[in-house]
């Protein structure tokens, strides 16, 4: 069965850093492209950054580039966020999410999603 699971949330001090894990079972993250998403309460959901499954092509929202990077161990068949000068506007539920159709990072065209890592920024 196709599977992932976020791990690595935790509370942060604004301009802190985590690195959030995406663990794939079932399938090749190098196959399918994958997407960090990411819901606060009363928010709606949005595409935070996605790795595109043939050529590794990323992208990432505005309010995170410079700040958040996307990356790919295909031997680990894990993709992981790296975070750094955390916000509070970044406190949210984060999701990790695969697809197989060429959508990039359109959350409606994800298929698999995981549980979901709590990010709280605080001081």
């Known amino acids: 069965q196709l599977q992932v699971v976020e791990s690595g949330g935790g509370l942060v001090q604004p301009g802190g850093s985590l690195t959030l894990s995406c663990v794939a079972s079932g399938f090749i993250v190098e196959l399918y492209n994958i997407g960090w998403f990411r819901q606060a309460p009363g928010k709606e959901r949005e595409a935070v950054s996605c790795i595109r499954n043939a050529n590794g092509r990323t992208q990432y929202a505005d309010s995170v580039k410079g700040r958040f990077t996307i990356s790919r161990d295909n031997a680990k068949n894990t993709v992981y966020l790296q975070m750094n000068n955390l916000k509070p506007e970044d406190t949210a539920t984060y999701y990790c999410?695969?697809?197989?159709?060429?959508?990039?990072?359109?959350?409606?065209?994800?298929?698999?999603w995981g549980q979901g890592t709590q990010v709280t920024v605080s001081s």
């Open positions: 999410a695969a697809t197989v159709v060429a959508a990039f990072c359109r959350d409606t065209e994800y298929e698999y």
